[in-house]
Nanobody, 119 residues
Framework: VQLQAFGGGLVRPGGSLRLSCTGS???????IGWIRQAPGKEREEVGC????????HYADSVKGRFAITRDNAKNMVYLEMNSLQPEDTAVYHC??????????????WGQGTLVTVSS
């Protein structure tokens, strides 16, 4: 499956933005997550949402501010981002996710979308 994220842009600190993700095939049976990479930094996880949409996991850095939702009928997965801060500036990718050995793992990410948080 090939994934593509879109919907990034420039937002002021404290603002909100919603990113979207779609796939080359039906995403119903996949857990889908988001990862991000800030300039000059290593890639880090954002969170993972189960295929049914019932279970979710978030990195501590975004917990309570970001939420992953999915609309399987539209074959879309979303990342709702609130209370954005400059440190959230990064290229965001959607990816397949799963629980590995003691941690969540991510793969098959496609082209990302840039989110810039700045006044």
């Amino acid at each position: 499956v090939q994934l593509q994220a879109f919907g990034g842009g420039l937002v002021r600190p404290g603002g909100s933005l919603r990113l979207s993700c779609t796939g080359s095939e039906a995403l119903d049976y996949y857990a889908i997550g988001w990862i991000r990479q800030a300039p000059g930094k290593e890639r880090e996880e954002v969170g993972c949402k189960s295929s049914s949409g019932g279970g979710s996991h978030y990195a501590d850095s975004v917990k309570g501010r970001f939420a992953i939702t999915r609309d399987n009928a539209k074959n879309m997965v979303y990342l709702e981002m609130n209370s954005l801060q400059p440190e959230d500036t990064a290229v965001y990718h959607c990816a397949l996710c799963w629980y590995g050995v003691g941690e969540y793992e991510y793969g098959h990410w496609g082209q990302g979308t840039l989110v810039t948080v700045s006044s």
